[in-house]
């Protein structure tokens, strides 16, 4: 890595050496790869811009950033968007390296963090079971201290991305004689070993990015421990937050591969395409997906501005909610946009095909990263300060609570 020193002084100056360093840099033909945008050239471009620091910019010097200000940091994803640049901004999205830098052992930070803002490892969240998704507390999986390492016993289950993962960043019990939230410890546990049995799911997308993941006796070395063993609750809540500050924005378009216009908002194109852009109704319904997705932007950059490394934020979960009920409202649009039509189905039939295909798709947002009603309960809670639920297992040791 370069000697790069921290940027300081006005932010035109911060602007001019992102702008220099991008014109000597940035080539935009990564993008349009063979292997669509994901391919060597893409990772090259993103090795180069962890090298550079401008992977994450706000995080200290010693561990790949700058530590800019906010507002500096802002500076530089300008400058990276205005040229279309990706790579910069990872310390808000990149739940992995973020929940491991606020977290994580110097020896496992110094090992997987470069690599992880690279790119160059897969990672997966083992966190639900089948007895505990919504009530995370009560899962059942343990991990045992045998020597220098964790062994670990259970099954987790919804896990994107198993199949392909190096590590898993798991929620494991580690005391049943304690209450449920208090007996919990995090790990980032090596998914390549024997004893980890990845088994796909099919989806009601006709997709399989989901897994059931069986553990037998899986090793876990002592230094893979993310905070204080059985205060795994705490790191869950970091990593959480992460995950649903950036759900909504990773949520995918069409995938039918016929390009729609760009140049105007997608519901106005299809409506034009469609021959329905004059119909008051469609048009009222299009305005007010447009005003949704708008507000929430604004509410977003709201939220991202209150969210310091290494704590949780609960504007977050109004982000995530609101994502979740325009990404349904989007699709509902294209289905009236569509009329009948968008009953089809199939490669014949690219609109239909992606109308379809984004109101299941939507699902993803209102169930993954904890669903819209634990959003509504979070938000009730903790951002309206309304009474907590009633929770009858929340004081009882866990080997005490029904079903175990
Ligand atoms: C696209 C997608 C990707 C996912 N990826 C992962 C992953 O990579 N790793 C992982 O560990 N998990 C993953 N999940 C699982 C996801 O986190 C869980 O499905 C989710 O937390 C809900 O848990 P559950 O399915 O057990 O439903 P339950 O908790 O059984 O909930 C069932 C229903 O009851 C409602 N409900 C439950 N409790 C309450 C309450 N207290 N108040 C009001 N309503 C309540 C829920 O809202 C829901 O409608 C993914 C899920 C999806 C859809």
Redesign the pocket.
Known sequence: MDDATTVIGSGEALRDEVAAWLKANWDPSVLTSAQGGRGEGYRAWIGKVVEARWAAPRWPVEWFGRGLSNEQARIVEREFARVGAPGTGQDRTQLYANTLLAKGTEALKAKLIGPILRGEIVM?????EPG????LAGVRTRAELDGDHYVVNGQ?V???TAATADYGMLIARTNWDVPKHQGLSFFFLPMKQPGVDVRPLRQITDESH?NEVFLTDVIVPEENLLGPLNAGWGVLQTALAYERSVMGDNARGPRSGVAESTEEEPLIALAREAGVLADPVIRQEIAKAIAWRKLNALNNARAKSDLAQGTSSSIMSLGKLAMSRILHEEARVRTLILGAGSLLEGKDYPRAEDANFLTLNA??TS????????QR?IIGERVLGLPK?PEVDRDVPFRQVRGN
């Open positions: 997966c969240l083992l966190y639900s505990a998704g919504s009530d987790k919804w896990t994107s989901f699902y993803f169930i993954g990263g904890g669903t819209d009603q634990i309960n639920e």
